[in-house]
Nanobody
């Protein structure tokens, strides 16, 4: 699976951004997808994940209620709608894919990784 994330940018605190991830190479719906983020000098952390069918989602506590993950298997796309952004949300955001359709929060469960897209939230 090849993954390509885009949609990052500079936004003021309280604003919104929508990240997109284009997937190719395998039948969409057969693998779970997730978003992770990495701030400078920090570990790559889990943000959100969605099952192959799109019916199950999990979120990190830090983004719950503000971010929404979704996917459109017909278009081979995944999205992360980010609202009420905070400066601490600033990071490089990566989309990732599992081999199986079940969503996991552990990044070691993800085999496929796209390049990151930078999100900067100014205060």
């Amino acid at each position: 699976v090849q993954l390509q994330a885009y949609g990052g940018g500079l936004v003021q605190a309280g604003g919104s951004l929508r990240l997109s991830c284009a997937a190719s190479g395998r039948t969409s719906g057969s693998y779970a997808l997730g978003w992770f983020r990495q701030a400078p000098g920090k570990e790559r952390d889990f943000v959100a994940t969605i099952s192959g069918s799109g019916g199950t989602t999990y979120y990190a506590d830090s983004v719950k209620g503000r971010f929404t993950i979704s996917r459109d298997n017909a278009k081979n796309m995944m999205y992360l709608q980010m609202n009420s952004l905070k400066p601490e949300d600033s990071a490089v955001y990566y989309c990732a894919g599992r081999v199986r359709p079940y969503p996991y929060t552990d990044r070691s469960e993800y085999y496929y990784w796209g390049q990151g897209t930078l999100v900067t939230v100014s205060s």
